[in-house]
């Protein structure tokens, strides 16, 4: 059974960094694309970040230049380092694993970006 577990969210002033972790199980990581994806109160799921099984990236026009999405095929983990946070990336943070037509999502970790 595939599990995606996040960690890492919490309450930031505006300015500040986070690096929110995801750690899968049940699946052969290597093998996956691995994403970051958000939600905030009253609005769609969207994209944060996406990083192929061969490390290629993609950003959502407003993070790029502030967050960095990695990967370790090593630790079976995927990462997103959040910088410069503003109070509009307040939201639930998801991760997502795709493989063809599988695609998975762990519970979210919420991070708060406020004064």
């Known amino acids: 059974q595939v599990q995606l577990v996040e960690s890492g969210g919490g309450l930031v002033q505006p300015g500040g960094s986070l690096r929110l972790s995801c750690a899968p199980s049940?699946?052969?990581?290597?093998?996956?694309?691995m994403g970051w994806y958000r939600q905030a109160p009253g609005k769609q799921r969207e994209l944060v970040a996406t990083?192929?099984?061969?490390?290629?990236?993609n950003y959502a026009d407003s993070v790029k230049g502030r967050f960095t999405i990695s990967r370790d095929n090593v630790k079976k983990a995927v990462y997103l380092q959040m910088n410069s946070l503003k109070p509009e990336d307040t939201a639930n943070y998801y991760c997502?694993?795709?493989?063809?037509?599988?695609?998975?999502w762990g519970q979210g970790t919420q991070v708060t970006v406020s004064s």
């Open positions: 997502n694993a795709k493989f063809a037509v599988r695609s998975y």
């Open positions: 049940g699946m052969i990581f290597s093998t996956y694309d």
């Open positions: 990083i192929t099984r061969a490390h290629m990236t």
